[in-house]
């Protein structure tokens, strides 16, 4: 598939400092409170001096930067700030039998001990006095009762404040999530109402339709479709997760870039065998990403991904230049934009340092390497030289978030992810034809039972090669720069390159 993109073009470097601004703005925010009605003030006064400027058909690029910079502060700010009657204050009194009211605002978590579901807190009683509150709230329990997302609750249990400290505390403190309410085994969960409609709520509903349609699929084949189709991990057992950790695959038990690459690619050439034009192309693979990311109930994780293939896709339905930087940009100021503490999620960071390695380190390394006129050979080559660039941007972060380094990830990476694009493909024939022809599925399942075997096979084969993997120590922050500035350093010297290519 050749693209010759016109001649209009982004702007390449503003949007990429545009994005780079606002994400220092978000970090500056949370690191160093500042007042939130001067960074309000502060950001008018720019405002105002950029439409002075652009009247006066001035130079304004550095004075958007700023803006940006000051919108991502108050982003931050505003995003984390509490108001008076936020039930984080009450939390801190570590109340016990007290009586909560409000909405459930997410599926329904099955953990290992206990069950759990964020949680609207709208209004609270303690002993005969009540209160309207407002904030999000972690609930924990263990009782056997159907919940849904959108229910109106009321809930009993000890009210909680979370503290700083850990992984899972900090990334739910991040999320604005401040409190938990634990249900214990004497109290109690009513449901009061089943909610009105959401958009949200019919995803969800809709994913739970789907998900029985796996059901003609035996364990592990049916959890690993649910999570590759529909993004549920929760089916998976411990010991499976930890295969793929150990090898470094353990990206694709997650709908992330890497599955809506896929789906792109699967759609698109389905398309043109239909002899669809190219622009149609793209606008029915946009539309149907738009669609896949409802049925997977509107996931964070997912929802990110699809705006990183939709960002892809527009920029060749509108006829612009496709700038990978620029399009990558405009993805992560959206996400962001919408939900400022991804910027610490691990998913978003592994997302983005992996494309942009790519990106960065994969031309030069095959521009020094041999051409090599087998097909086969190639795309091996290729996908080595791939494979390599994502676990030499990803490798840190790995590092230092799971306190482990995978020496057999860029082989094992290889040949699992190659699979992909078959389990994706025979994944969404099977869920189309339980729809259309309910009896073809109990044979299509013999097929997808046979790829996901062979799937566990590669990941425990590369897993069990001696010194696959060890654990480290986590490494400091600083550590991480410094690697990172070795590797800008290396690969965007281009005298080093050249004399590489002039080698004989």
């Not at 109690?188 to 109402?193: G, P, Q």
């Not at 566990?456 to 500035?485: E, H, Q, T, W």
Request: proline share 3%; charged share 15%.
């Amino acid at each position: 598939m050749k693209i010759t993109p016109s001649k209009k073009s982004i702007h390449i470097p503003f949007l990429s400092l545009s994005a780079v601004s606002f994400i220092l703005g978000i970090l500056f925010a949370y690191y160093i409170k500042l007042d939130f009605i001067i960074l309000y003030v502060a950001t008018l006064f720019s405002l105002g001096i950029l439409f002075y400027l652009y009247k006066k058909q001035r130079g304004n690029n550095c004075l958007i930067i700023l803006i940006l910079f000051l919108i991502g502060i108050l982003h931050q700010t505003n995003f984390a700030t509490l108001y008076p009657d936020d039930i984080y204050y009450l939390s801190k009194l570590k109340l016990n039998k007290v009586k909560v009211g409000g909405l459930q605002i997410s599926p329904m978590q099955q953990g290992p001990f206990n069950r759990s579901f964020v949680f609207l807190a709208q209004n609270i009683r303690v002993n005969n006095l009540s209160s309207k509150v407002n904030g999000k709230v972690y609930v924990r329990f263990n009782k056997k009762i159907n919940l849904n997302y959108g229910d109106r609750l009321v809930i009993e249990g000890k009210l909680l404040a979370l503290k700083e400290g850990g992984y899972f505390n900090n990334a739910l403190i991040r999320r604005g999530i401040r409190s938990t309410l634990i249900v214990g085994r004497y109290d109690w969960i009513d449901k009061e109402a089943m909610g009105g409609f959401s958009i949200k709520k019919a995803a969800f509903q809709i994913k739970e339709k789907l998900k029985q349609q796996f059901n003609n699929l035996s364990s592990p084949a049916k959890d690993f479709y649910i999570a590759f189709i529909l993004g549920d991990r929760e089916g998976l057992s411990k010991d499976i997760y930890s295969v793929f950790r150990y090898t470094g695959t353990v990206h694709i038990l997650a709908i992330s870039g890497l599955h809506i690459g896929i789906v792109i690619f699967i759609l698109i050439v389905f398309l043109k065998v239909l002899r669809l034009k190219l622009k149609a192309r793209f606008i029915i693979t946009a539309l149907f990403l738009l669609f896949y990311s409802f049925i997977t109930g509107l996931r964070s994780s997912v929802v990110r991904a699809v705006i990183m293939g939709v960002t892809f896709l527009l920029s060749f339905i509108v006829k612009r230049e496709y700038y990978i930087y620029n399009s990558l940009a405009l993805a992560a100021m959206i996400i962001l934009g919408i939900w400022p503490w991804q910027i610490f999620d691990v998913g978003f960071q592994l997302s983005f340092i992996s494309v942009l390695s790519i990106v960065f380190i994969s031309p030069k390394i095959l521009a020094i390497l041999p051409k090599v006129k087998n097909r086969i050979v190639s795309f091996i080559k290729a996908s080595f030289v791939v494979s390599l660039s994502a676990c030499l941007g990803t490798a840190p972060l790995v590092a230092y978030y799971f306190g482990m380094v995978s020496f057999i990830s860029v082989v094992a990476n290889i040949f699992i992810v190659s699979l992909m694009p078959f389990i994706l493909a025979g994944g969404f024939v099977y869920l189309l034809a339980s729809f259309m022809f309910p009896g073809l599925t109990k044979w299509l399942a013999l097929s997808l039972e046979f790829m996901i075997s062979v799937l566990i096979f590669l990941a425990i084969y590369f897993k069990n090669i001696p010194f696959a993997y060890f654990y480290i120590d986590k490494p400091a922050i600083g550590i991480l720069l410094v690697y990172y500035i070795i590797i800008l350093t290396i690969f965007n010297s281009q005298n080093l390159w050249a004399f590489f290519r002039k080698r004989p």
